[in-house]
């Protein structure tokens, strides 16, 4: 479902487990414009729960400050701290692990915007499943 992702050669992975640090384990992110998305472990099932991005980009070219390990480290929902989303999560729904995998979009190899290439993703993963994954509350 995810071919448009193999393209970008600057990706890598990494897993949250109940009581991990999010900013310990993410710590090898790369701070640059990119695409990520959480897959969950839970009871024996793996699913796919999450599809987001980082790296804004003004009218003018540049982009938002915040990269990859900037937004993976922020908040969830607006409001929430992703490290206590993990913990939240890990708890009710009795989650083993969180698969966090990233890619950057846009370097020297690559120009593509993440919004475009979330879109693509989220899109991908609705074909299939005729809605969005469970975290994302919309697009």
Same mark, same amino acid.
């Given at each position: ?9 600057n990706?890598?992975?990494f =897993?949250f /487990?109940?009581g991990?640090?999010l %900013?310990?384990?993410? &710590?090898?992110v790369?701070?640059?414009p990119?695409v990520?998305y !959480?897959i969950?472990f839970?009871?024996?099932n793996?699913?796919?729960v999450?599809?987001?991005?980082s790296?804004s980009?003004?009218?003018?070219g540049? =982009?938002? /400050?915040?990269?990859?390990?900037g %937004?993976?480290n922020n &908040?969830?929902?607006?409001?929430i701290?992703?490290q206590?989303? !993990? ?6 729904e ?5 698969y966090?995998?990233?890619?950057v ?11 475009y ?7 991908s993963?609705f074909?299939?499943h ?6 994302n509350r919309?697009?």
């Open positions: 479902m995810f071919d448009e992702s193999k393209k970008y050669k990706n890598g992975h =897993f /487990k109940p991990d640090n %900013r310990e384990v993410s &710590k090898d790369p701070n640059l990119g990520y !959480f969950r839970s009871n024996g793996i699913e796919l999450y599809i987001g991005k790296g980009v003004e009218q003018s540049e =982009f938002k /400050k915040q990269g990859l390990r %937004r993976l &908040k969830q929902e607006k409001d701290k992703r206590d989303f !993990f913990d939240d999560k890990c708890e009710t009795n989650i083993e692990t969180i966090v995998y990233w890619f979009t846009f370097n020297k190899a690559h120009h593509n915007l993440p919004g290439v979330e879109g693509l993703l989220l899109q993963f074909d299939v005729k809605c969005l994954p469970e975290w919309s697009f």
